[in-house]
């Protein structure tokens, strides 16, 4: 069927939304490559967009169209689904905001992708529309920033370096944060406020949280690999101390979700781990150790209703985010460790290096690439609710490094 569009940024108005909107227009024009739109609620915001990222790119944005409807109205949801070939949406949390627009594109055979990292949202959208998916051909992309791209497309590079240098699979993969620059972006900061609402009103969702396979198919959920850890630990491969990743409990959920649906590509009895570099001796110790505390602190204490409702007004929100300078100033530097099956002379490792700050820079190019690769690279997966592994490969990870200021190299290529 023919659609009038190929990818519609459905929340153009929003923080990451309007960045993301900025970046297409920047590289891709309004319509030279292929046609597209923003969308919202709101028409004299997305106006007022569309004049802005015109000044900021220098390209002609008259000719950009705007879609407006409510987010949450069924009917216009559909309508807009069944316009385009892709909707890329920022607008979270995914669980307040999200449901209906999955549904949607499901049901239209639309392509979607977003930035959630609201594992017990993306179990519920699995459960509930991965049939319909695969059913209409709609591949429902999650996770396309900060989470989860740098973990599932790296886990990607890694497996495919050690089978075109040895022919084998990773044993394991380490991910290693090695540095970044930035903060939290409000987005990440609502959805995991609404996650922990949820976990107050139904425990259940925190077994879903801290299950290690907890977003594979079902009947392949068990696997070498446990809960994340909670404490300080010494790394022999890096000769550090590595504090945990607080988004490493998202990140390994999707990579095993990932090589699941590649058919265990990277190996049926792959473990893939998570953490941040803190540095040798009883410096690195401490520096461990207080992250740690400091995250279970954190996570203490947003478990109380109360002060999680008196701390959401006051934290970054979403919507809100750092000015272009700090944005540019920002990076993110991540270290890879692949195990060679049986001989570790042939371990792989690699880095992956992010131009821009994680929470919005990097992400909203990740995302602008992620829509586009949906829209216009050859399709090599079929629909489902799947992770951009899955989903784009090869493909995304040469228009990341391309493109988005997103690169993965081995370290002695």
Not at 143 to 155: E, K, L, Q, R, S
Request: aromatic share 8%.
């Amino acid at each position: 069927m023919e659609r009038d569009f190929s990818i519609v940024v459905w929340g153009a108005s929003g923080f990451t939304g309007k960045l993301t909107a900025e970046y297409l227009l920047g590289r891709y024009g309004v319509a030279s490559e292929f046609k597209w739109a923003i969308a919202g609620r709101n028409r004299a915001k997305l106006e007022a967009v569309r004049a802005d990222i015109a000044r900021t790119t220098g390209v002609n944005a008259d000719d950009l169209p705007i879609l407006v409807g409510d987010g949450q109205d069924e009917s216009f949801l559909a309508g807009l689904a069944q316009k385009t070939e892709v909707v890329c949406t920022a607008v979270g949390p995914y669980a307040v905001y999200g449901s209906e627009l999955v549904a949607a594109c499901a049901a239209a055979g639309t392509d979607y992708c977003d930035l959630t990292g609201e594992v017990q949202w993306m179990a519920r959208m699995i459960a509930e529309h991965d049939a319909v998916a695969r059913s209409s051909g709609a591949r429902i992309v999650f996770t396309c920033g900060f989470d989860c791209i740098p973990a599932d497309i790296g886990a990607f590079f890694m497996n495919e370096e050690m089978k075109r240098r040895h022919g084998a699979s990773c044993r394991q993969i380490k991910y290693r944060v090695a540095n970044f620059s930035g903060g939290a972006s409000g987005g990440t900061i609502a959805s995991m406020i609404q996650m922990m609402e949820e976990v107050s009103a139904d425990r259940s969702v925190l077994d879903v949280m801290q299950a290690p396979y907890a977003l594979n198919p079902l009947g392949q959920q068990k696997g070498p690999d446990g809960p994340e850890p909670r404490s300080p630990s010494w790394d022999a491969d890096f000769n550090q101390w590595v504090a945990p990743f607080m988004m490493g409990s998202i990140d390994t959920k999707v990579v095993r979700r990932s090589n699941a649906l590649l058919g265990h590509a990277y190996g049926a009895d792959l473990r893939y781990d998570e953490g941040v570099l803190c540095g040798a001796g009883p410096s690195g110790f401490a520096k461990a150790f207080g992250a740690a505390a400091g995250a279970s602190l954190v996570m203490g204490a947003m478990s109380i209703g109360p002060f999680r409702r008196f701390a959401a007004g006051r934290l970054p929100q979403p919507g809100q985010g750092p000015s272009r300078e700090a944005r540019e100033a920002g990076f993110f530097d991540i270290q890879l460790l692949g195990f060679h099956p049986s001989d570790s002379s042939k371990n792989v490792s690699a880095r992956i290096y992010g131009d821009r700050d994680p929470g919005y820079g990097s992400t909203s190019k990740m995302l602008g690439e992620s829509a586009v690769c949906l829209a216009r690279d050859e399709r090599t997966s079929e629909g489902g609710c799947l992770t951009p592994a899955s989903a784009m490969g090869a493909a995304l990870l040469a228009r990341l490094s391309a493109n988005a200021g997103v690169t993965f190299d081995c370290d002695d290529a």
